[in-house]
């Protein structure tokens, strides 16, 4: 089994940055793709971002393109989302997904 632990959110005025961790114990992800995800009250689940286990590749869903940056190191067993200009719609309760597992989530606020 894996465990995602992820922190980093808190609150932040628009146009600020946060840098959100997810870090897994447990079973390796070294070979695992990544994504983070985000869900606002009332709000379905949505993609943010994704990243190949070698982290060569990654891919992001458009709200957050150019904005956005994933990156993982797997020497850490950890996977970053480095979030730039933060817009009041940014703000979520952040989670890291691996294949099969989900993390706890992480709470973002911006403030306009």
């Known amino acids: 089994q894996v465990q995602l632990v992820e922190s980093g959110g808190g609150l932040v005025q628009a146009g600020g940055s946060l840098r959100l961790s997810c870090r897994a114990s447990?079973?390796?992800?070294?070979?695992?793709?990544m994504a983070w995800f985000r869900q606002a009250p009332g709000k379905a689940r949505e993609y943010v971002a994704s990243i190949a286990w070698t982290g060569t590749r990654s891919d992001y869903g458009e709200s957050v393109k150019g904005r956005f940056t994933i990156s993982r190191d797997n020497s850490q067993s950890t996977v970053y989302l480095q979030m730039d200009n933060l817009k009041p719609e940014d703000t979520a309760v952040y989670y890291c997904?691996?294949?099969?597992?989900w993390g706890q989530g992480t709470e973002v606020t911006v403030s306009s």
């Open positions: 997904k691996s294949p099969l597992y």
């Open positions: 447990g079973r390796t992800v070294k070979s695992s793709a």
